[in-house]
C-alpha cells in the first residue's frame, strides 16, 4: 500500500513538474508542448486511459477552455443569465475535453517543427507550425492562436487547421443548433450533456 | 449512364434554378433552402456511407506508389482548369505556374502520374470559376447542399457549370471538341472526377470519422469548414481572421 502511495504521489508530481516545465514564449511553448505531446501520444507503453488523463491534464492547464467557450456562444453570451452562462461553461469543458481526447488517443506518431510567429497584438501571438506525418501524407499547416495577456502564462485559445480554424467551425455550428431552437441556450447545454454522457 | 444523365442535365438545372430564384444579396452563412439542403445532405451522407467511403477505405489499402500516382494524375488534369482562372483573375505568376506544371508533369512526369514539377518549385494553385467570381468580388449567395456534389454556395454553384465551359479537359471530353489532336469522351471526363472524388475522400478519411463522432450537428460544422475553405482559397491566403477581440477578458 505504501509502496502504492509513493509511486502515485510520484507519478502526480512527475505530471505536476512535466506541466509547469514549458516556456512562457509563445514560439517556444507550443514547440515545447506540442513535442511533448507526440512523445507521450506516441508512447506504445501508455494505454488509452493514459493518454486521455494526460490529454485532459494539459488541455485543463493550457487551452483558455473558458474564453473559448464563450467564443463558441457568440452574441448568446451577452444576453444569458449567469446561471445559464455558468451551466454551458461546465458543460462546455467536458465537452471540450471529450471531443479532443475522442480524436487524439488514437493519434499515430508524426514530426512538428515551429516555423515561426507572427505577434498580432500584446494579447495574441499566432504561432505557425508544420506537422509531417510519419505515414508519408501531406504536410499540414497548423496556426496556434496563443492569449498572451498574462505573459508568464500563454494560454491556446485556437488552431487553423490549413486554415480553418476549430473554434470558428465549432461556433458556427453552435449558432446553427441555437437559430433552429430560438436561441434557447438551455437546448445547446442539453446537446453538450447529451454528447457527454453518450 | 444514368449517371452521367445526371451530372450533365439534371444538375445543372437544379443549379440553374437555385441561381435564379436566391438573392444575390444573401450571405453565405444564409441558407437557401435549409429543409431541402438537410434533406440532400442526408442522401449524401447515405450515399458515402455505402459508396464513396467503402470505396475511398479500399483504395487507402493500394499501395502508396498507386495513390500518389492517382492523386498526381487527377491534380495535373485539374491544373487545365486552374490556367483560364489564373488568366481570368490577372495572376500572371500562377498562369506561369500552372502551365509549366502541367506541361513537366504531363511530359517528364510521364502523363501526370509523377510530379516533378513540384521539385523544381513549380506550386499551382487549384483555381475555379467559383473563385475568380469571388475574386472579382461577387459575394457567396446562399448556402446550399447539392446531391452527391456536397456543400455549394450560389456563386459556386454556377461556377460548377461554368467550370465546364472554361476547362480545356471537359472541352475536349464532355463538350466533343479537339484540342491539340487530342480528344476523349465523357467516360474519360467522369472518370477522372471520380476518381478525384476517391483520392479526396480517402485522403480525408480520417478527419471526416473524426469530425462525424465529435459533431453536435454534422451538416453545420460541413457549413462551416466549406465555407472557411473556399474563403481561403478565394484569398489564397490562410491568414487568421481575428474575431477574438471582444474577448479579452
Not at chain 2, 438537410?38 to 502508396?64: C, E
Not at chain 2, 457549413?223 to 474577448?247: F, H, M, P, T
Request: proline content about 4%; aromatic content about 10%; charged content about 25%.
Amino acid at each position: 500500500m505504501k509502496k502504492i502511495c509513493i509511486f502515485s504521489f510520484s507519478l502526480l508530481l512527475f505530471s505536476y513538474s512535466s506541466l509547469l516545465a514549458y516556456s512562457t514564449v509563445p514560439k517556444d511553448f507550443v514547440n515545447e508542448l506540442v513535442s511533448e505531446a507526440i512523445s507521450k501520444l506516441a508512447d506504445k507503453n501508455l494505454n488509452k486511459d493514459q493518454k486521455s488523463a494526460f490529454i485532459e491534464n494539459v488541455a485543463l492547464e493550457y487551452v483558455d477552455i473558458n474564453a473559448l467557450g464563450l467564443y463558441t456562444l457568440g452574441e448568446l453570451r451577452k444576453s444569458s443569465s449567469e446561471d445559464d452562462i455558468s451551466n454551458y461553461q461546465n458543460a462546455f469543458e467536458k465537452y471540450f475535453l471529450k471531443s479532443l481526447t475522442s480524436r487524439l488517443t488514437d493519434y499515430s506518431s508524426s514530426k512538428f517543427e515551429v516555423l515561426g510567429y507572427d505577434k498580432k497584438s500584446a494579447n495574441y501571438t499566432i504561432v505557425n507550425s508544420i506537422v509531417t506525418p510519419s505515414d508519408g501524407g501531406p504536410k499540414i499547416k497548423i496556426d496556434w492562436r496563443i492569449y498572451t495577456k498574462n505573459s508568464d502564462r500563454p494560454l491556446i485559445r485556437d488552431l487553423i487547421v490549413e486554415g480553418l480554424s476549430l473554434a470558428r467551425t465549432q461556433k458556427e455550428e453552435f449558432s446553427s443548433i441555437l437559430n433552429s431552437n430560438n436561441n434557447n441556450i438551455k437546448i445547446l447545454i442539453n446537446k453538450l450533456n447529451e454528447f457527454v454522457k453518450n | 449512364m444514368k449517371a452521367i444523365k445526371f451530372f450533365k442535365v439534371i444538375l445543372p438545372i437544379f443549379i440553374i434554378l437555385i441561381v435564379c430564384f436566391t438573392s444575390p444579396n444573401a450571405k453565405a452563412t444564409e441558407e437557401c433552402f435549409e429543409r431541402v439542403s438537410r434533406s440532400i445532405f442526408k442522401f449524401n451522407m447515405a450515399f458515402d456511407r455505402t459508396v464513396l467511403r467503402p470505396i475511398a477505405k479500399g483504395y487507402n489499402k493500394l499501395p502508396d506508389p498507386v495513390k500518389n500516382g492517382t492523386s498526381n494524375f487527377t491534380s495535373n488534369i485539374a491544373t487545365l482548369l486552374s490556367i483560364p482562372n489564373s488568366l481570368l483573375q490577372g495572376n500572371i505568376k500562377q498562369v506561369g505556374h500552372s502551365t509549366g506544371s502541367f506541361l513537366v508533369n504531363t511530359t517528364v512526369g510521364i502523363f501526370g502520374v509523377l510530379n516533378p514539377a513540384e521539385k523544381i518549385g513549380l506550386k499551382p494553385l487549384k483555381e475555379d470559376v467559383g473563385q475568380t467570381l469571388g475574386a472579382y468580388g461577387v459575394g457567396p449567395g446562399c448556402y446550399l447542399v447539392l446531391p452527391i456534389l456536397g456543400p455549394s454556395t450560389a456563386r459556386d454553384s454556377f461556377g460548377l457549370i461554368a467550370d465546364t465551359f472554361v476547362d480545356p479537359f471537359a472541352h475536349i471530353t464532355i463538350r466533343d471538341h479537339e484540342l491539340f489532336g487530342v480528344s476523349g469522351n465523357e467516360i474519360d471526363y467522369f472518370s477522372v472526377k471520380g476518381a478525384t472524388a476517391v483520392d479526396f475522400r480517402a485522403d480525408n478519411d480520417q478527419n471526416f470519422e473524426s469530425l462525424e463522432k465529435n459533431s453536435l450537428d454534422l451538416y453545420s460544422s460541413l457549413k462551416s469548414v466549406y465555407l472557411q475553405d473556399r474563403e481561403n482559397k478565394i484569398k489564397n491566403s490562410i491568414e487568421d481572421q481575428d474575431e477574438w477581440g471582444s474577448l479579452d477578458n
